[in-house]
């Protein structure tokens, strides 16, 4: 049985070029992509596989269909 999944992802671009991207609710699911379509890619592919490992493994697989988000800006003396 197939079940749909949400997750959010990060995208971060980088100093040296390129995006690294990331999982918050799937710890170590990482990866880099040199645009942001790569990144996005290659995400997916690394939450499909982390998803595959942990169903073998009978653990639960986490969602973000209950996560709310809101971006926080903070000015500070630098």
């Given amino acids: ?8 992802i990060m995208l971060r671009k980088e100093p040296e070029g390129g995006y690294t991207a990331y ?19 290659l995400v997916r592919e690394a ?10 493994h009978n653990e639960p697989v986490p969602s973000d269909d ?6 926080l800006q903070i000015k500070a003396q630098a």
Wanted: proline letters at 5%; a negative charge.
């Fill in 1 to 8: 049985m197939e079940k749909n999944y949400n997750f959010r």
């Fill in 47 to 56: 939450v499909e596989l982390y998803i595959e490992s942990l169903i073998e």
């Fill in 23 to 41: 999982v918050p609710s799937l710890p170590g699911c990482v990866t880099y992509g040199d645009t942001i379509d790569e990144a996005v890619d």
């Fill in 66 to 71: 209950e996560v709310l988000e809101y971006n």
